[in-house]
């Protein structure tokens, strides 16, 4: 009989665990490939169909309700209409059900207001619904060099759900030792934030909250006082490159080609479309969510109190375009600064139940 604490019985064990884990990890075929670079460069990105039809039923625009265009502006027959006080009582009030839609299913109309009153800003939610109604119209007329045409809504973000789904904390803060010497930077402890990747698990704080330098090469094998590179700023670029591709759902030649990690000409589009999104997100996270952060109680922020905050995840959930593209903003021309006195919006366009064929533009 063979006794496991034998050499062939662990090696045995050894096989058997490692049989579970190629079951578990790699993907069986069929796969696509989506080539994203010339021919011969091997830029590429994979897909599974079944990963992609799943990750296709969960990115389905909800069902719009028709649109209404009457009445006279909101400003002037509701009372404390900050935002959207230039847009017809019809719009107005469509626009309303559907954020109850998008945000609050459960609750209704009264997570954000005061039943009787919907005037008063007594409930913080309603302080910061107002708030993030300005943060979507900024994204839709200022970042249109990442969002295009495509544009967000609240239902981008949080499907469905009070807080959305993807959010981000300030996790472990490493100080600062001089020399050569380390420190914590949450390394060694695998965290979803960064794939289960053994690099710092805190990617964002660094880059999409604070200014720190994302892109960095050195010219010389040690810090010498002109080589602003180190293992350690490497090592946390590397992080939210990791990031990225699992928010994106794509691997790292979706941007780059893999020869020349740092050469613009020959990368991707979607590498400057990544570039407007970091810009983007570190104007929306200080600009937006921070200033926010007193009105939220204790429950609902971070271990070291901060405010829940954005990143690529928060909206793309996974797939290269937020909802594979389907264009919802434009349903509400409210939320991209345009008044509802100008066209009806167009018909939404829903994604084909298909693999994706990224193409030169993201989201």
């Known amino acids: 009989m063979l006794k496991l604490n034998s050499i062939p019985g662990l090696a045995l064990l050894a096989a058997f665990a490692m049989c579970i884990l190629v079951v578990l990890t ?46 006279p502006m909101a400003g002037t027959v509701y009372k404390n209409v900050q935002v959207l006080k230039n847009i017809s009582t019809g719009a ?22 005061v039943a009787g009153n919907f005037a008063s800003d007594a409930k913080y939610t309603k302080v910061v619904a107002r708030r993030m109604l300005q943060m979507t119209i900024a994204v839709n007329t200022t970042y249109t060099d990442h969002v295009g045409s495509v544009g967000v809504t609240c239902y981008t973000c949080h499907r ?11 996790g472990v803060t490493p100080g600062s030792a001089p020399g050569l010497a380390e420190v914590d930077m949450g390394k060694n402890l695998p ?16 880059f999409l909250l604070n200014q720190d330098k994302i892109r960095i090469s050195g010219n010389t094998a040690l810090p010498d006082g002109t080589n ?13 490159m990791m990031s990225y591709a699992q928010a994106l759902g794509v691997s790292c030649e979706y941007c780059h080609d893999s020869r020349s990690f740092n050469s613009w000409s020959e990368s991707t589009p979607q590498r400057v479309k990544a570039f407007y999104a970091e810009a983007m997100l570190r104007d929306l996270n200080n600009s937006y969510m921070v200033p926010l952060t007193t009105l939220f109680p204790v429950t609902l922020r971070g271990p070291q109190g901060d405010v829940a905050k954005i990143d690529c995840a928060t909206c793309h959930q996974g797939v290269y375009k937020p909802l594979f593209g389907a264009k919802m ?13 100008q066209a ?7 994604p084909a139940m298909a693999a994706p064929k990224p193409g030169g533009s993201t989201p």
Not at 39 to 47: I, K, S
Not at 332 to 339: D, I, K
């Open 92 to 113: 107005f009030t469509r626009l309303m059900v559907s954020m109850t839609d998008w945000v609050a299913p459960q609750q209704g109309c009264g997570y954000c207001h």
């Open 329 to 341: 903003a434009s349903q509400f021309p409210a939320l991209e600064g345009v008044s509802m006195q």
């Open 191 to 206: 965290a979803a934030s960064v794939d289960d990747s053994a690099l710092p698990s805190d990617p964002d704080t660094p």
């Open 228 to 240: 602003p590179a180190s293992i350690k700023n490497t090592e946390w670029t590397y992080a939210l």
């Open 160 to 170: 469905g759900n009070n807080v959305p789904s993807k959010v981000w904390f300030t």
């Open 344 to 350: 009806a919006p167009k018909p939404i366009v829903k």
């Open 26 to 71: 790699f993907q069986r075929p069929p796969v696509d490939v989506i080539a994203t670079g010339g021919p011969g460069l091997g830029m590429q990105t994979l897909y599974n169909p079944a990963q992609v039809n799943k990750a296709l039923g969960m990115n389905q625009p909800p069902a719009m309700l028709p649109a209404i265009n009457a009445g």
